[in-house]
């Protein structure tokens, strides 16, 4: 199998950007049984405080010391964006949340095989259903409707199961070079950064998949467009 890796955050809006252009693509790919997803981990707000009171306008109006209006006008920018991918964000319902917990469940996702309809089901309740995506309540109902079992998800939030596979992942995407996400790494050949119009991605898998077949893997290259990526400093569009 081809592996298309995807370094992302839940709280990043073009993570969910982009994993819609990303998808967009994959269909339109002849290969495309032959592909393997696999979701890495990345933090951009490690130090941060899950605050159910606390919705990403307000937060990054402090984070930034804009105005209200700024900040509303910035995901304002966003919001469309998403909305032209066919996603419908409500980020003054949105719950500042820390990340952590949502990447171990991943992790159990991917060992079950259920880790792309997990994604799927945490980018949703954080951009669009207004949830708690570090409340373990909320995790479990969200691993159960992706197919995941209740006492796997209860037993991995009540330890530490797979927090070294988090913390693993983060230090790899720094010693590659992320600084922003969404990060795509394509058969470990050719890097695509952001939320990029569906054609890169379909050229990326293109590329891939045709070094695979014939055996002579190339060294990395890598489209590293800094527009519409999400940092510890904010969103780029």
């Known amino acids: 199998?081809?592996?298309?890796?995807?370094?992302?955050?839940?709280?990043?809006?073009?993570?969910?950007i982009g994993k819609r252009k990303f998808e967009k693509?994959?269909?339109?790919?002849?290969?495309?049984?032959?592909?393997?997803?696999?979701?890495?981990s990345f933090q951009l707000d490690?130090?941060?405080?899950?605050?159910?009171?606390?919705?990403?306008?307000?937060?990054?109006?402090?984070?930034?010391?804009?105005s209200k209006a700024e900040a509303l006008q910035a995901t304002e920018h966003v919001t469309t964006i998403a909305r032209d991918a066919g996603l419908d964000f409500r980020l003054e319902n949105a719950?500042?949340?820390?990340?952590?917990?949502?990447?171990?469940?991943?992790?159990?996702?991917?060992?079950?095989?259920?880790?792309?309809?997990?994604e799927e089901k945490l980018f949703a309740a954080y951009f669009t259903e207004g949830k708690n995506t570090?409340?373990?309540?909320?995790?479990?109902?969200?691993?159960?409707?992706?197919?995941?079992?209740?006492?796997?998800?209860?037993h991995l939030l009540n330890s530490q199961q797979y927090a070294d596979e988090v913390t693993q992942d983060i230090?790899?995407?720094?010693?590659?070079?992320v600084r922003g996400v969404p990060f795509f790494v394509f058969d470990r050949r050719y890097a695509v950064s952001g939320a990029q119009e569906p054609h890169v991605f379909l050229k990326a898998l293109d590329s891939a998949y045709s070094d695979r077949v014939k055996e002579h893997?190339?060294?990395?290259?890598?489209?590293?467009?800094?527009?519409n990526t999400c940092g510890p400093d904010g969103c780029e569009v």
């Open 1 to 16: 199998m081809m592996t298309v890796e995807i370094w992302s955050d839940v709280m990043c809006p073009f993570c969910y």
């Open 25 to 40: 693509a994959l269909a339109q790919f002849g290969q495309r049984d032959q592909v393997e997803v696999i979701w890495k």
């Open 46 to 66: 490690p130090a941060s405080v899950t605050d159910p009171s606390l919705n990403p306008i307000d937060h990054l109006a402090a984070k930034k010391g804009w």
């Open 95 to 118: 719950v500042v949340a820390n990340s952590f917990d949502a990447h171990r469940l991943s992790h159990l996702a991917k060992e079950k095989g259920k880790q792309d309809a997990l």
């Open 134 to 154: 570090a409340d373990h309540p909320t995790l479990t109902a969200l691993g159960m409707e992706a197919g995941l079992q209740q006492r796997d998800v209860e």
């Open 171 to 177: 230090e790899q995407a720094h010693r590659i070079g």
């Open 217 to 227: 893997p190339q060294e990395n290259q890598s489209s590293q467009n800094s527009d």
